[in-house]
């Protein structure tokens, strides 16, 4: 399936492709493009848009997209919920929300700067959220040990 979003990924349009990917449709395809013009080919391209103003998969009452595609998709994974808190705080500038938030905000506008395309820019921080997520599962068996 494709999927549509803003150009120029930060912390929610690389958390959410990792998401999508790993937990939802491994085979999906990413598509990024003006904001203006992602209900156009959204259609044009019959994908499925997100992190984007007024769809369905996007911001949604203090819910970050990620949380949003979590909560669409039912996933239950511990570790995704505590990854998820701190996309969240990264992503709607909370960041004395999660003691993490603030080095995923700087990885994230790094990565920015080092990989403007957006294509390459979620292949390389894909290894980062690998490497998060791998940290969240470590955090939660912790906690429930």
Not at 79 to 85: D, N
Request: glycine letters at 6%; hydrophobic letters at 45%.
């Amino acid at each position: 399936m494709k999927w549509i979003t803003r150009s120029h990924v930060h912390v929610d349009r690389v958390a959410c492709p990792w998401l999508i990917r790993r937990f939802v449709d491994s085979n999906a395809e990413f598509v990024f493009v003006p904001k203006s013009q992602i209900d156009d080919m959204a259609g044009q391209e019959g994908a499925i848009p997100f992190d984007a103003p007024g769809v369905e998969l996007g911001h949604q009452d203090g819910l970050c997209t990620f949380d949003v595609i979590i909560k669409k998709y039912e996933l239950t994974d511990n570790a995704l919920l505590r990854m998820a808190k701190i996309v969240n705080a990264a992503d709607t500038d909370r960041l004395e929300d999660d003691p993490v938030a603030a080095g995923l905000e700087a990885i994230a506008v790094g990565y920015g700067v080092r990989f403007p395309n957006d294509h390459e820019n979620l292949k390389h921080q894909f290894e980062v959220y690998d490497a998060l997520y791998a940290w969240c599962r470590l955090q939660v068996a912790g906690e429930t040990n």
